[in-house]
């Protein structure tokens, strides 16, 4: 990275780096030292793929049939959406250039960022982060149900969904540039802003929980009616098609609770 703030590609080790602020080198191997620079980040290399084709590669090693996959097919609906894959045994290595805290400054708030965004990288959990973190969502309010009183749990579920949805909006430009897609994946932090919205109106009862978390789930992967807000091209689209996910299934199984006198 220049201090232009442009990039530049090098296919081998930059002979000059004195007008780098910081680079990065992609290798299975570490590179070692670069005078005047220290080593500021080791993450793992990722590139995109589509969902189905990496939910159909899990099939295949854990040895289940490929076609238990039809829903997550690499054309369907849910398949076709891009996610970031680690290379194996392949890393990056980010070098600054010493006494450059900028640069080690957004090092760091890019790792701050993704921790955020992907609920302490459950995000990058392949096929089922989302759900993973609903389903950590459900749980915590559960936990949540039995130290504190009905009315405080709702309210605390409602602020939840506010934070995690404010949070989620703010941080969705950085989101899209750093995982390389308009709705990542590894962003799971829309569902617990969804899932906790549903649990808001559905209740603290144990049953409406499971509830809760499957028919979120359901409107969540379906989208049902859905899509037409991710059209709208609002600020923060990567979180209302969740929070209207949160809205439709928390209507649900709050008719459904009284329906039975519940």
Same mark, same amino acid.
């Given at each position: 990275?220049?201090? @232009?703030?442009?990039?530049?590609? %090098?296919?081998?080790?930059?002979?000059?780096?004195?007008?780098?602020?910081? %680079?990065?080198? +992609?290798?299975?191997?570490?590179?070692? @030292?670069?005078?005047?620079?220290?080593?500021?980040?080791?993450?793992?290399? &990722?590139?995109?793929?589509?969902?189905?084709?990496?939910?159909? *590669?899990?099939?295949?090693?854990?040895? !289940?049939?490929?076609?238990?996959?039809?829903?997550?097919?690499?054309? $369907?609906?849910?398949?076709? *959406? !891009?996610?970031?894959?680690?290379?194996?045994?392949?890393?990056?290595?980010?070098?600054?250039?010493?006494?450059?805290?900028?640069?080690?400054?957004?090092?760091?708030?890019?790792?701050?960022?993704?921790? +955020?965004?992907?609920?302490?990288?459950?995000?990058? +959990?392949?096929?089922?982060?989302?759900?993973?973190? @609903?389903?950590?969502?459900?749980?915590?309010?559960?936990g949540l149900s039995s130290i504190i009183s009905v009315v405080a749990w709702h309210v605390s579920m409602l602020c939840l969904a506010l934070v995690s949805t404010v949070v989620c909006a703010g941080l969705e430009r950085?989101?899209?540039?750093?995982?390389?897609?308009?709705?990542? &994946?590894?962003?799971? /932090?829309?569902?617990?802003?969804?899932? @906790?919205?549903?649990?808001? /109106? $559905?209740?603290?009862?144990?049953?409406? !929980?499971?509830?809760?978390?499957?028919? %979120?789930?359901?409107?969540?992967?379906?989208?049902?009616? +859905?899509?037409?807000?991710?059209? &709208?091209?609002w600020r923060g689209t990567i979180v209302w098609d969740d929070l209207l996910a949160g809205l439709y299934a928390g209507?649900?199984?709050?008719? !459904? *609770?009284?329906? /039975?006198?519940?």
């Amino acid at each position: 990275m220049a201090p @232009s703030g442009k990039w530049r590609s %090098f296919r081998d080790w930059p002979q000059e780096t004195q007008d780098l602020e910081a %680079f990065c080198v +992609i290798s299975r191997k570490n590179p070692g @030292s670069a005078e005047g620079f220290c080593l500021s980040l080791v993450k793992p290399h &990722r590139v995109p793929e589509r969902l189905g084709e990496v939910f159909a *590669r899990l099939l295949t090693e854990w040895g !289940i049939p490929t076609a238990l996959g039809g829903l997550c097919r690499a054309d $369907s609906q849910i398949g076709s *959406r !891009i996610c970031q894959t680690p290379v194996k045994g392949v890393h990056e290595y980010y070098y600054v250039k010493v006494g450059a805290p900028a640069a080690t400054a957004a090092a760091s708030r890019d790792g701050a960022a993704d921790w +955020i965004c992907s609920v302490g990288r459950m995000g990058h +959990i392949p096929v089922v982060g989302a759900t993973a973190a @609903s389903l950590v969502t459900s749980l915590g309010a559960l936990g949540l149900s039995s130290i504190i009183s009905v009315v405080a749990w709702h309210v605390s579920m409602l602020c939840l969904a506010l934070v995690s949805t404010v949070v989620c909006a703010g941080l969705e430009r950085w989101a899209r540039t750093n995982y390389l897609a308009e709705d990542p &994946r590894e962003v799971v /932090l829309d569902e617990v802003a969804g899932m @906790s919205l549903t649990l808001a /109106l $559905s209740g603290p009862d144990p049953l409406w !929980i499971l509830a809760s978390f499957v028919a %979120f789930r359901f409107f969540d992967i379906v989208k049902p009616g +859905i899509h037409w807000v991710e059209e &709208r091209g609002w600020r923060g689209t990567i979180v209302w098609d969740d929070l209207l996910a949160g809205l439709y299934a928390g209507v649900s199984v709050l008719a !459904i *609770r009284m329906a /039975l006198g519940n």
